[in-house]
């Protein structure tokens, strides 16, 4: 009981849209407290039950310092869900309700809780590089299967599905810098327009 193995700082850190304070706060843990009664095991758990948290590990940092660190999400598209917007990350899991981060992709013609479309239509617009992805509209998934690209001026580029995204990717970067307004990158070998 030792006042020299007590709490003195909780240091958090990993995140950006999380307000450290309450993640401190959520640990359970408080300064004077003896670091061998701290239960990291429960304050991670508590921590993980936050929006935007998707890993967190809580330590003990001797003598008298308590580190959090979080890896948040990574909003990557949106669904409407009864009227209310659900935040999806890169691998289609939903993490947030009844916001709409600044970045996301609208996800149309979907069923919310069809969770293999879900995941396929956040692998294909994750894989997109930044500069396609600030140009899309909208990504339309109508199963995991059948997803289709939506960009100004009416140009689409048709997917199918999410296997071989990284090619799908690049296929749609090159064809979005050519003629024509309706491209299937499908085999991302032979990229066609109708």
Do not use: C
């Not at 990993?14 to 670091?35: C, I, K």
């Not at 990557?76 to 970045?103: Q, S, Y």
């Amino acid at each position: 009981l030792s006042p020299l193995l007590a709490v003195r700082t909780i240091e958090v850190d990993g995140v950006s849209h999380l307000d450290p304070a309450q993640v401190e706060q959520s640990t359970g843990v408080r300064r004077g407290q003896n670091m061998l009664r701290v239960d990291t095991g429960a304050a991670a758990r508590t921590v993980a039950t936050l929006p935007w948290v998707e890993k967190v590990t809580v330590a003990r940092s001797w003598p008298s310092t308590v580190t959090v660190h979080v890896t948040e999400h990574t909003a990557t598209a949106v669904v409407e869900d009864g009227g209310e917007p659900v935040v999806l990350d890169a691998d289609g899991v939903p993490f947030l309700r009844g916001e709409t981060p600044e970045g996301v992709v609208r996800m149309t013609e979907v069923d919310p809780r069809d969770t293999k479309a879900l995941a396929a239509g956040a692998r294909a617009v994750a894989a997109l590089p930044p500069e396609v992805r600030s140009q899309l509209e909208r990504v339309e998934v109508r199963n995991a299967e059948n997803i289709r690209m939506v960009f100004p001026e009416g140009r689409d580029v048709y997917w199918g599905s999410a296997e071989r995204a990284a090619d799908k990717a690049e296929a749609t970067r090159v064809v979005l810098l050519r003629e024509g307004a309706h491209w299937n990158v499908s085999d991302p070998r032979q990229p066609s327009v109708r």
